[in-house]
C-alpha cells in the first residue's frame, strides 16, 4: 500500500480512507496519532498490527465534541465536564467507565473503562468531524520507538502500512497527553504525567489529584500488573546529565567516550560551548517546554548518528515530570557519573 501525504486542504479525503476502514496518522498538538475509525473492529485491529503493538494495551477515543462521549459512557461526571471545560482541546486524556458493549474489545483492551481525548488541532478536529466518527489514535510510532512529533517520523516508521499521513508540521507540545483515570471519582489518579500538571488539575477540581505508584511507561498499560511492554530502547546508550552540571561536566563527559561517537542533546546555548559532535538542540535556552517539544525528535536523530547520547535535565518539579518521565525510560534511569 502506498502510503498518501494529505496536506490540511485534502482533509475530505483523509476522512473518505478512514470511513472506508484504512489507516490515517493525524496529527494533535502532543504527537502524532495512528487513527482509525473507533466504531469499526477490522480497522482498529489493523492498528495494533501496523505499529507491533500488544493488542490488550487499550486505546485512547479522540472525540470532537462531548456528545461523543456521552454516546459511550452515558451521564458525564461533573468532574469531567469541569476539567473538559479547562482543558479540552488539549493534552489532558480521561478515562471513564463506559456502558458495557458500547466499544469493542480492541479498543478497550477488555478493560470496562475507556480513554477519551479532545485533541488541541484544528485539521484534525475537522478531519473527525469530516469521518462522522470517532478515532482510535495511539501515537503513530512503531511499537518500541519514540512517539512521532513530524509526518517524517510517521513516515519513517509507517511507511507501506497506512493508507495516508495528514501532514501538519511538527508537533508544539512534543510529548504525549497527561493520562487522567477518572473510573474512581473520589481518587483521579494521573497514570501518565503530560504537559498538563498534577497541580493544574487538583487546582480546577478543588480536591487532591493522586499519581499512580508505578506511572505508566509510554507504551504500557497500567491496569494489567505483570504485564511488561517493551518500551523505547534505543541502540545507542542514553545518559541523563545532571541539571547541575557546568560546562565543564559536560566537556568531561564527552571526552570520557573517547572510543564511541557522543550525541549531545541539550539546548543551544549550551551545545554552543561543546565540542563539534553529533548534537541536537533542545530549543534555543534551558527550558523544559522546549525540552519536551524536541525529546523525541533528538532521540530519533542522535540515535542514527551516535553510540552514546547525553541528555540534558532538569530539576524533578510538576512541570518536568513528562519530560524526565520518557527521558528515564529511553535511558533506562542512568545518569552520566565521572
Ligand atoms: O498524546 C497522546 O495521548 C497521543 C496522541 C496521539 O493523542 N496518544 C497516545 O496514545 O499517546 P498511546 O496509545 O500511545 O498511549 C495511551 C496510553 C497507554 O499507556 C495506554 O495503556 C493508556 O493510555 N490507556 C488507554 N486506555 C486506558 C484505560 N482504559 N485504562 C488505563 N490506561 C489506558
Ligand atoms: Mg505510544
Same mark, same amino acid.
Given at each position: /500500500?502506498?502510503?498518501?501525504?494529505?496536506?490540511?486542504?485534502?482533509?475530505?479525503?483523509?476522512?473518505?480512507?478512514?470511513?472506508?476502514?484504512?489507516? +490515517?496518522? =493525524?496529527?494533535?498538538?502532543?504527537?502524532?496519532?495512528?487513527?482509525?475509525?473507533?466504531?469499526?473492529?477490522?480497522?482498529?485491529?489493523?492498528?495494533?498490527?501496523?505499529?507491533?503493538?500488544?493488542?490488550?494495551?487499550?486505546?485512547?477515543?479522540?472525540?470532537?465534541?462531548?456528545?461523543?462521549?456521552?454516546?459511550?459512557?452515558?451521564?458525564?461526571?461533573?468532574?469531567?465536564?469541569?476539567?473538559?471545560?479547562?482543558?479540552?482541546?488539549?493534552?489532558?486524556?480521561?478515562?471513564?467507565?463506559?456502558?458495557?458493549?458500547?466499544?469493542? *474489545?480492541?479498543?478497550?483492551?477488555?478493560?470496562?473503562?475507556?480513554? =477519551?481525548?479532545?485533541?488541541?488541532?484544528?485539521?484534525?478536529?475537522?478531519?473527525?468531524?469530516?469521518?462522522?466518527?470517532?478515532?482510535?489514535?495511539?501515537?503513530?510510532?512503531?511499537?518500541? *520507538?519514540?512517539?512521532?512529533?513530524?509526518?517524517?517520523?510517521?513516515?519513517?516508521?509507517?511507511?507501506?502500512?497506512?493508507?495516508?499521513?495528514?501532514?501538519?508540521?511538527?508537533?508544539?507540545?512534543? +510529548?504525549?497527553?497527561?493520562?487522567?483515570?477518572?473510573?474512581?471519582?473520589?481518587?483521579?489518579?494521573?497514570?501518565?504525567?503530560?504537559?498538563?500538571?498534577?497541580?493544574?488539575?487538583?487546582?480546577?477540581?478543588?480536591?487532591? +489529584?493522586?499519581?499512580?505508584?508505578?506511572?505508566?511507561?509510554?507504551?504500557?498499560?497500567?491496569?494489567?500488573?505483570? /504485564?511488561?511492554?517493551?518500551?523505547?530502547?534505543?541502540?545507542?546508550?542514553?545518559?541523563? /546529565?545532571?541539571?547541575?552540571?557546568? +560546562?565543564?561536566?559536560?566537556?568531561?563527559?564527552?571526552?570520557?567516550?573517547?572510543?564511541?561517537?557522543?550525541?549531545?542533546?541539550?539546548?543551544?546555548?549550551?551545545?554552543?560551548?561543546?565540542?563539534?559532535?553529533?548534537?541536537?538542540?533542545?530549543?534555543?535556552?534551558?527550558?523544559?517546554?522546549?525540552?519536551?517539544?524536541?525529546?523525541?525528535?533528538?532521540?530519533?536523530?542522535?540515535?542514527?548518528?551516535?553510540?552514546?547520547?547525553?541528555?540534558?535535565? =532538569?530539576?524533578?518539579?510538576? *512541570?518536568?515530570?513528562?519530560?524526565?518521565?520518557?527521558?528515564?525510560?529511553?535511558?533506562?534511569?542512568?545518569?552520566?557519573?565521572?
Amino acid at each position: /500500500m502506498e502510503t498518501k501525504i494529505f496536506t490540511t486542504a485534502e482533509i475530505t479525503a483523509a476522512a473518505t480512507a478512514l470511513k472506508s476502514g484504512e489507516l +490515517v496518522a =493525524f496529527p494533535t498538538e502532543t504527537v502524532y496519532g495512528l487513527g482509525a475509525d473507533a466504531l469499526n473492529e477490522e480497522a482498529v485491529k489493523k492498528v495494533y498490527a501496523a505499529k507491533g503493538r500488544p493488542s490488550d494495551n487499550p486505546l485512547i477515543v479522540h472525540v470532537a465534541d462531548l456528545a461523543s462521549v456521552e454516546k459511550f459512557v452515558g451521564t458525564l461526571p461533573a468532574d469531567f465536564l469541569t476539567l473538559a471545560k479547562a482543558f479540552w482541546p488539549g493534552p489532558l486524556t480521561m478515562i471513564l467507565p463506559i456502558l458495557a458493549g458500547s466499544l469493542s *474489545k480492541a479498543v478497550t483492551g477488555g478493560l470496562t473503562t475507556c480513554a =477519551f481525548r479532545m485533541p488541541d488541532n484544528a485539521p484534525t478536529l475537522a478531519l473527525i468531524k469530516e469521518s462522522g466518527t470517532v478515532l482510535v489514535g495511539p501515537s503513530a510510532n512503531t511499537s518500541g *520507538k519514540p512517539s512521532p512529533t513530524t509526518a517524517q517520523h510517521v513516515y519513517h516508521d509507517l511507511k507501506d502500512k497506512v493508507a495516508g499521513i495528514l501532514d501538519d508540521g511538527p508537533t508544539r507540545v512534543g +510529548v504525549e497527553s497527561t493520562v487522567l483515570d477518572l473510573s474512581d471519582l473520589q481518587r483521579p489518579t494521573i497514570l501518565r504525567p503530560g504537559a498538563i500538571t498534577q497541580g493544574q488539575i487538583a487546582a480546577v477540581l478543588d480536591k487532591p +489529584v493522586f499519581l499512580d505508584g508505578h506511572l505508566v511507561k509510554a507504551d504500557e498499560t497500567p491496569k494489567a500488573p505483570g /504485564m511488561k511492554y517493551k518500551h523505547y530502547s534505543p541502540n545507542a546508550e542514553v545518559y541523563m /546529565m545532571p541539571f547541575t552540571a557546568t +560546562v565543564a561536566d559536560w566537556q568531561q563527559a564527552i571526552a570520557s567516550f573517547p572510543r564511541q561517537k557522543v550525541g549531545v542533546l541539550a539546548n543551544a546555548e549550551l551545545l554552543s560551548k561543546l565540542p563539534a559532535g553529533p548534537q541536537f538542540p533542545l530549543g534555543e535556552k534551558a527550558d523544559v517546554r522546549s525540552g519536551n517539544r524536541f525529546l523525541f525528535a533528538g532521540l530519533r536523530q542522535l540515535d542514527e548518528e551516535a553510540e552514546v547520547i547525553l541528555v540534558e535535565t =532538569f530539576p524533578a518539579t510538576e *512541570k518536568s515530570a513528562a519530560y524526565l518521565n520518557r527521558l528515564g525510560k529511553a535511558s533506562g534511569g542512568k545518569t552520566y557519573q565521572k
